[in-house]
């Protein structure tokens, strides 16, 4: 049965930081490419960050290269968002998406997803 479960969102301060975690089973994590997507009220779902199976690649959105950083460990089966210097217009959704090659479309109906879990930014 796979699984994919995010966790550590909640609310962050302007400025601030906060940790998503997302712990996998269920699947071949090694080989995967691991996405974090997300997606705010009444706006289109967008990729957030990447990081490839092989070598640890990473990608960003131009909205939040410098602040975030997306990392894996395979031991655990985990892929980590660090989320420094908050933004109100990074409050969204945040998923998890495992995938064999790294995308960057959100499509639900392929690879493996989280359910989701909010991210709000605001004083």
């Known amino acids: 049965q796979v699984q994919v479960e995010e966790s550590g969102g909640g609310l962050g301060q302007p400025g601030g930081s906060l940790r998503l975690s997302c712990i996998t089973s269920g699947f071949g994590f090694r080989n995967q490419a691991m996405h974090w997507f997300r997606q705010a009220p009444e706006k289109e779902c967008e990729l957030v960050a990447s990081i490839t199976s092989v070598g640890g690649h990473t990608r960003y959105v131009e909205s939040v290269q410098g602040r975030f950083n997306i990392s894996r460990d395979n031991a655990k089966r985990a892929v980590y968002l660090q989320m420094n210097d908050l933004k109100p217009e990074d409050t969204a959704t945040y998923f998890c998406?495992?995938?064999?090659?790294?995308?960057?479309?959100?499509?639900?109906?392929?690879?493996?997803w989280g359910q989701g879990i909010p991210v709000t930014v605001s004083s």
């Open positions: 998406h495992a995938f064999q090659y790294p995308r960057d479309t959100c499509n639900f109906n392929v690879g493996y």
